[in-house]
């Protein structure tokens, strides 16, 4: 079974960087894929970025430049950098482990003055 829990959220003002983290647990792997997603309320939950185990990410066109995926395996742990963050970022940010269909609890972000 596999556990995912996220942190770094908050209130942060436009302009502003965000570093969000995502520490597993459980039957994971250091070489499965990992993901981010957000989902803004009423939006539908939308891909922010992706990791392989090669630590190849991938990223949507909306999200490239701003948004940065990371992973350390030694500690179970994936990260997103945000920066220049702007309002249309508010959102809950999830973490995915593709391997068994497994989402975080999220973590809130939001970007106002």
């Known amino acids: 079974q596999v556990r995912l829990v996220e942190s770094g959220g908050g209130l942060v003002q436009p302009g502003g960087s965000l570093r969000l983290s995502c520490v597993s647990s459980?039957?994971?792997?250091?070489?499965?894929?990992m993901a981010w997603y957000r989902q803004a309320p009423g939006n539908q939950r939308e891909w922010v970025a992706t990791?392989?185990?090669?630590?190849?990410?991938n990223y949507p066109i909306s999200a490239k430049g701003r948004f940065t995926i990371s992973r350390d395996n030694a500690k179970n742990m994936v990260y997103l950098q945000i920066s220049s963050l702007k309002a249309e970022d508010t959102a809950v940010y999830y973490c995915?482990?593709?391997?068994?269909?497994?989402w975080g609890q999220g973590t809130q972000v939001t970007v106002s003055s």
């Open positions: 990791i392989t185990s090669t630590t190849r990410t």
């Open positions: 459980g039957n994971i792997s250091s070489r499965d894929a």
């Open positions: 995915y482990h593709f391997a068994s269909n497994t």
